[in-house]
Nanobody, 117 residues
Framework: QVHLVESGGGLVQAGGSLRLSCVASGSIFSRSAMGWYRQAPENQSERVAVISGGGITTYADFVKGRFTISRDNAKNTVYLQMNSLKPEDTAVYYC???????????WGQGTQVTVSS
């Protein structure tokens, strides 16, 4: 069984920064693509960023230049550095892991990010 635990959310003023962390248990981390989705009230969930097992990154247009995803395979951890935060970034952020060989996705419990104007 794989468990993902996010941390680092909170309340920040517009223009500020937060760093989210997601620690994965289990042995799949190094081969899995890892990423972040977000869900704001009354909005559809949005994929924010993803990083492959080889370190290739992809970002949603609305975070390019502001957010950076990275991973530390030795610590089974993926990070999301969020800079220049905007009120519209307010959402619950969910970490996920995609285990390609078995086509299975695992999800964390989510962490709230609130950006005040």
């Amino acid at each position: 069984q794989v468990h993902l635990v996010e941390s680092g959310g909170g309340l920040v003023q517009a223009g500020g920064s937060l760093r989210l962390s997601c620690v994965a248990s289990g042995s799949i981390f190094s081969r899995s693509a890892m990423g972040w989705y977000r869900q704001a009230p009354e909005n559809q969930s949005e994929r924010v960023a993803v990083i492959s097992g080889g370190g290739i990154t992809t970002y949603a247009d609305f975070v390019k230049g502001r957010f950076t995803i990275s991973r530390d395979n030795a610590k089974n951890t993926v990070y999301l550095q969020m800079n220049s935060l905007k009120p519209e970034d307010t959402a619950v952020y969910y970490c996920y892991a995609f285990d390609g060989p078995i086509s299975r996705t695992y999800w964390g419990q989510g962490t709230q990010v609130t950006v005040s104007s």
